[in-house]
């Protein structure tokens, strides 16, 4: 309840207090998430650090970016293609790579993790850079499925610490869901909320929740439609078309786990059904787990639920 009617009080503030503008940006991770936000930051003006653990990593996340930049360009500049040279030059310019993360978040106004989904890990990161960041400093986790609340309790900077949580792919995606725990303060809110709109994104807010809303929602679809195929109820090319046509999703079902990777949905639905272990939502699929037992994962390993070349 004191969660709730701080959600209340928060969404019914209107004056706004003295909020950290975020304007500099420290990304740790330079991975699909990591690179994606240290584009779209750098590409609405903000200055980007971009962290990662090694040299050889660091130069992927570039030539991902880059990469990524440059399809854009193809179609926000198509007659004009010096001017889409000069906006990648322009957007490059502002980010900046690093392996070490203890210079990078000295002058920054806000920390954001998008590194492996590993609770002790996040925490021991954030433990670290407590130490070392400004005061004034906002720390936040694109975690897609562990508690905000949990990774923060490494820090002392309980309010200023909350969740932005991106969607893949971020360039393309407008949503951010902006997570605030029961200790984020509301100057730390709003920082968030309009550090999301700088980004050209539309932000929602949520509750620290598993999920936030749209995963809370969208993988026990994804888990009951492959329990609807395990009990015979329909194949899978049936089932996406299904939802394709009938429901106007853009994918399937399985489409979509294929595109997400098995293997992160496998370990999102084992994490909540460890927290919620009578919850049949979030109960284990036969199929699922031998799929990943067999390393097909998706796309990104050629196979999953569909083969790919
Ligand atoms: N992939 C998605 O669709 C998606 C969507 C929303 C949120 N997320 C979340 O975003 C986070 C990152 O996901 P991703 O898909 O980008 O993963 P990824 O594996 O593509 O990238 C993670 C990167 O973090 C780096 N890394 C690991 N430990 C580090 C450390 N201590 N310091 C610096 N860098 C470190 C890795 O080298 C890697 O480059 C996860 O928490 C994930 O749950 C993922």
């Known amino acids: ?32 998430m990591g690179a994606g936000i240290a584009q ?38 198509a007659d004009k293609p010096e001017e889409g040279a000069a906006f990648i030059q322009k957007v490059m310019k502002n980010v900046s790579f690093t392996t070490d993360a203890s210079s990078a978040v000295q002058t920054t106004d806000l920390v954001l ?10 925490q021991d990161l954030f433990g670290g850079l407590d130490k070392l960041a400004p005061a004034h400093t906002i720390f936040a986790s694109n975690t897609s499925s562990l508690p905000i609340s949990d990774i923060a309790s490494s820090t002392k900077r309980l309010d200023r610490f909350g ?19 029961s200790s984020t303060s509301q100057e730390t809110f709003d920082s ?11 932000p929602v807010s949520c509750k620290d929740t598993p999920g936030f809303i749209v995963n809370r929602l969208l993988v026990p679809y994804m888990m009951e439609a492959i329990r609807l195929h395990e009990r015979g109820h329909g194949s899978k090319e049936d089932i996406d078309i299904a939802m394709k046509l009938g429901a106007g999703y853009p994918m399937g079902p399985f489409e979509l786990l294929d595109y997400v990777g ?16 009578g919850n049949p939502l ?22 999953g639920f569909y083969k790919y070349k």
């Open 163 to 181: 969740g932005l949580h991106f969607f893949n792919p971020v360039p393309m995606m407008k949503l951010v869901e902006v997570i605030g725990t």
């Open 113 to 122: 993790e998008a590194i492996v989904e590993n609770i002790k890990i996040k």
């Open 1 to 32: 309840m004191a969660f709730f009617t701080h959600n209340i009080s928060r969404a019914l503030s209107s004056t706004a207090v003295r909020n950290t503008v975020i304007k500099h940006v420290t990304i740790i991770g330079g991975g699909q």
């Open 282 to 303: 979030f109960g284990q699929s036969e199929m699922l787990n031998k799929l990943v037992a067999e390393g097909k994962y998706g796309k990104k390993t050629g196979e």
């Open 40 to 77: 779209v930051a750098a590409s609405t003006g903000h200055t980007v650090m971009l962290v990662d653990t090694s040299e050889d990593i660091l130069k992927k996340s570039v030539k991902g970016i880059e990469g990524s930049l440059k399809r854009v360009v193809k179609k926000k500049f």
């Open 192 to 202: 968030l909320m309009s550090f999301s709109k700088a980004l050209g994104k539309t």
């Open 262 to 277: 098995l293997d992160t949905a496998k370990f999102i639905m084992d994490g909540w059904s460890a927290m919620d272990p």
